[in-house]
């Protein structure tokens, strides 16, 4: 694959079932914006973010472009230069999973994280979901902030963890069940 310093995802053609977001979404604040037109997105930096996240390390860039290409995505950008990001995993019927939400270093601490956060929950595939899950280790007060609970509910969600995220994608060897 030939490098691009942003690439351009949502066009690939090559790509089944690619999620369509319908029309596109943005938010301002000043000199911010917030957009779901994945064209935007600097790939290279959502790369660079998460393969060194606790939630994602090593991460590779095939796996995440795949993760970009079937969600719902939004960039976080001060004049052009991506400053955060965002994806939705939903079935666009009834349920969503918010997934590595993240604002770089430097902009921390100014309430951009809330501000992703409501444009998230603001966009109108979301308005009629049942339920909108995330799984997060940090920054609780974030979440709680946009209307998020806490479930730690015994026998009520269960999860698989499979410590593959390094692998490409199709890589993952699924085992037989045993009988």
Not at 11 to 29: R, Y
Not at 99 to 109: L, P, Q
């Amino acid at each position: 694959m030939k490098y691009q310093p942003r690439s351009v995802i949502a066009d690939n053609n090559n790509q089944p079932n690619a999620v369509n977001d319908g029309p596109l979404f943005t938010w301002h604040k000043g000199a911010l914006t917030i957009s779901t037109d994945r064209r935007l997105l600097d790939i290279d930096f959502i790369h660079h973010f998460l393969r060194h996240s606790h939630w994602a390390q090593g991460i590779d860039r095939a796996t995440l472009e795949h993760a970009i290409r079937h969600s719902l995505c939004f960039g976080l950008y001060r004049k052009k230069r991506q400053i955060g990001f965002a994806r939705v995993v939903t079935d666009h019927a009834t349920f969503a999973w918010l997934s590595d939400v993240f604002i770089t270093a430097e902009y921390r601490g100014n309430g951009l994280g809330q501000w992703l956060m409501r444009s998230c929950l603001e966009h109108p595939l979301m308005s009629g979901l049942h339920r909108i899950m995330l799984y997060a280790s940090q920054a609780p007060w974030l979440y709680a902030k946009a209307g998020y609970e806490p479930i730690n509910q015994p026998d009520r969600v269960w999860t698989i963890t499979q410590p593959a995220i390094d692998q490409p994608c199709g890589a993952l060897h699924i085992p037989q069940s045993v009988h």
